[in-house]
C-alpha cells in the first residue's frame, strides 16, 4: 500500500566519485534508521525555477520517495510503500 | 538510393526496396507502468496499471506486461480492470518520471545519430544511414547494445521493442512482432514471409473501414495488398493514399516528414459530470490560461480558438472562431471561450472539455486598440508568468480558478509529442 506522507527526512547521501553515481544510503525517519539497498529512479523536476532531485529508494521492506530542494539542500519524504 | 531509380515509367512495376535497413524504430514497452515497476522494485512482476483517476471509473491509460497478460487493456475502465484480477495495483500518473525517462533515453540514442525524432514519450525513430556506428557492428548488433545501455544507464526492468526496416512504416510494423523486448526486422529477403503472416488491419492506418474497401477491389491479405497494381490500390482509395501504401510496403520513405506546430491545446476529462456553466467556467479558465501560458511561453499571440466538448451520452460538439484582435491575455482568451461554451449543449453532462487555439502569430509589436490598453495588458500578463515561472505554475492566478487546484493535473499528451518539445528546449 502507497502512502503520501510530506514530512522531513534525514539522508545520509554518497557519492562515488570513480562510479559517479549518487546514492541515498541510509535514511532516518520517525527516528528509526532504514538501510537503503536498492535505487529504482533517479529523475528531476522543476517548480517555478527550482530544481528538485527525486530518489525512488527501498530498504528491505519500505519504499520511499524521497525530494531533494537543491535550493534549501532540505530532504522530503514525499511517499512510502510497503511490500504488496 | 532514390526509388525513383526503381520505378518504371508507367509506375506500376516496383519492387521491395532492396537497400540495407537503417531506419530503426524503439519503443519502450507498457511505458508508463514498466517506469513505475523500476521505480519501485516491490512492484515488478505484478499486475498493475497507471491510470488517469484511481477511482472505479478511472481510465486506464498503461497496464503493466503482466496486466495485459491477464487480458486488460489500455482504455478499460478501473472497476472493469479490477473485475478481471481485483488486486490489480492502480497508479495515477507522474509525468514528471517518464520525461525523465525519455530524456534519458534520447540522450542514449543522440549517442548513434542526430536524425532522430520523438514520435511519442515511449516511441524514438532512428536514421542511422551514414552513421559511424554502423562502421563496426550490424545494425542489429546497434540495437543489441541500445537495449543492454537502456538496462545499464536507466534501468534494468526497462525494456523496449525494436523494429528494422527501410522505413518508418516497416519498422514500426517490425517492432511490434515480439512484445516485450523484441527485435525484429521487415528486409528484402523476408518481408514476403512476413506479409503472408499478418492481417490487413495489423497494418497501422488499416482499420474496418479501409479493409472494406481493398476487399471490395479483392484485396484480402497483407500479400494481395502488396502485390496489387497502383490502379488498384487507386480505385481502392481514390486518394493519394493508394501511392502512399504503394510505397510503404515496398520498403520506400514516405512518411519522413515533420509538421510543425499549428495550435496549442489542453484538454481535461472531468472526473464528475458537470453540466452547468457555474461549474465548468472555473474549469474552462484554468485550460485556457494552463494553453495560454504555454503559447505566451513560446512567444505566440492567436487568432483563432477552439472549444470542444464530449458529452457522457457519447455525443460531441465543438465550434472554432477565427478572431477579428490578436490575442494573448487569458481573460480575452477565456471571453471567446465562454461565448463558444454559451452556444453548446449547456444542460448535458459533459465528460471532456477541450480548448485550442490556432492562426498564430509571432509576438511581436501589438496592435493598439482604442477602448483597450493593451501595453498595460501585456505587462500584466508578463508580470504574472514570470512570477509563475519563477515560483511554480498557479502561484498567481485569476479569481475565477479559486476552486479548481484539483482539476486539470498536469499529465502526458496521447501519442503527442509536441508537449515535449516545450520541456525538452528547457
Not at chain 2, 532522430?116 to 557492428?137: H, M, Q, T, W
Request: a positive charge.
Amino acid at each position: 500500500m502507497i502512502q503520501k506522507i510530506d514530512s522531513p527526512v534525514s539522508v545520509k547521501l554518497v557519492f562515488d566519485s570513480k562510479e559517479k553515481r549518487v546514492f541515498p544510503e541510509e535514511i532516518i525517519w520517525n527516528e528509526k534508521v532504514y538501510s537503503i539497498v536498492k535505487l529504482g529512479l533517479h529523475h528531476t523536476f522543476k517548480k517555478g525555477k527550482v530544481l528538485y532531485h527525486a530518489f525512488s529508494v527501498t530498504s528491505k521492506t519500505l519504499f520511499f520517495k524521497l525530494i531533494l530542494n537543491t535550493e534549501t539542500l532540505h530532504w522530503n519524504l514525499e511517499q512510502i510503500a510497503d511490500e504488496f | 538510393m532514390n526509388f525513383k531509380n526503381y520505378i518504371n515509367t508507367n509506375t506500376l512495376n516496383l519492387d521491395f526496396n532492396p537497400n540495407p535497413s537503417f531506419i530503426m524504430h524503439l519503443d519502450i514497452n507498457s511505458c508508463f507502468a514498466t517506469i513505475e515497476q523500476q521505480v519501485n522494485p516491490f512492484l515488478r512482476g505484478k499486475p498493475l496499471v497507471v491510470a488517469a483517476y484511481d477511482s472505479p471509473g478511472g481510465c486506464v491509460i498503461a497496464p503493466s506486461i503482466e496486466a495485459k497478460k491477464i487480458g486488460i487493456r489500455v482504455g478499460m475502465r478501473v472497476k472493469d480492470a479490477k473485475e478481471i484480477f481485483p488486486d490489480v495495483f492502480v497508479l495515477t500518473p507522474d509525468p514528471w518520471k517518464y520525461r525523465s525517462v525519455h530524456l534519458a533515453l534520447r540522450k542514449i540514442l543522440l549517442s548513434y545519430t542526430n536524425n532522430l525524432v520523438a514520435k511519442s514519450i515511449d516511441e524514438f525513430v532512428l536514421n542511422l544511414e551514414g552513421y559511424p556506428c554502423l562502421r563496426e557492428k550490424s545494425i542489429k548488433d546497434v540495437a543489441k547494445e541500445i537495449k543492454l545501455r537502456i538496462r545499464e544507464e536507466i534501468g534494468e526492468w526497462m525494456s523496449v521493442s525494436v523494429g528494422i526496416s527501410t522505413n518508418r512504416f516497416l519498422a514500426k510494423l517490425a517492432s511490434s512482432f515480439h512484445k516485450p523486448d523484441g527485435l525484429d526486422e521487415i528486409n528484402i529477403n523476408n518481408y514476403q514471409k512476413v506479409y503472408s503472416g499478418l492481417k490487413l488491419t495489423d497494418l497501422s492506418g488499416i482499420k474496418s473501414r479501409n479493409a472494406f474497401r481493398l476487399n471490395m477491389m479483392n484485396i484480402f491479405s497483407v500479400l494481395d495488398f502488396y502485390n496489387s497494381p497502383l490502379w488498384k490500390l487507386k480505385a481502392s482509395f481514390k486518394s493519394i493514399n493508394s501511392y502512399y501504401w504503394f510505397l510503404r510496403l515496398r520498403g520506400w520513405e514516405i512518411d519522413d516528414f515533420e509538421t510543425s506546430r499549428k495550435s496549442y491545446g489542453n484538454s481535461y476529462a472531468l472526473p464528475k459530470p458537470f453540466k452547468d456553466l457555474n461549474k465548468l467556467s472555473p474549469i474552462l479558465m484554468k485550460l485556457v490560461e494552463k494553453m495560454s501560458f504555454r503559447l505566451r511561453k513560446a512567444n505566440l499571440k492567436t487568432q483563432g480558438i477552439h472549444l470542444a466538448l464530449y458529452y457522457r451520452d457519447g455525443s460531441f460538439w465543438h465550434q472554432g472562431v477565427k478572431t477579428s484582435r490578436v490575442l494573448f491575455d487569458t481573460r480575452d482568451i477565456y471571453k471567446e471561450m465562454l461565448r463558444l461554451l454559451g452556444l453548446s449543449y449547456l444542460g448535458k453532462p459533459v465528460r471532456e472539455i477541450s480548448v485550442s487555439c490556432f492562426n498564430l502569430v509571432k509576438a511581436k509589436s501589438s496592435q493598439l486598440e482604442f477602448f483597450d490598453d493593451v501595453l498595460k495588458k501585456e505587462k500584466l500578463t508578463e508580470s504574472i508568468d514570470e512570477i509563475n515561472n519563477r515560483w511554480g505554475e498557479f502561484v498567481v492566478y485569476l479569481a475565477k480558478m479559486v476552486n479548481t487546484k484539483d482539476y486539470v493535473p498536469d499529465r502526458i499528451a496521447f501519442g503527442g509529442v509536441k508537449e515535449l518539445e516545450e520541456f525538452t528546449l528547457e
